[in-house]
């Protein structure tokens, strides 16, 4: 049997805005302005939003 490494997780921080649900979040967040501290954090090619809680905002 043989085992080959695991290649690691890489994990690259973009803006807002490249994330590839930014528009869909930003047409159903009740505040759009908490997308003003977002980033779009990009997991295998993937980037996705990532909205900081705060505000009338306490997460989900």
Known sequence: MTTSAAEP???????????YD????RNLLADPSVLTDSFAVCVYRAPLLAVPVGGPRRGG
């Open 9 to 19: 997780l890489t994990v690259h921080l973009r803006p807002a805005t490249e994330a």
């Open 22 to 25: 930014y528009e869909h979040y």
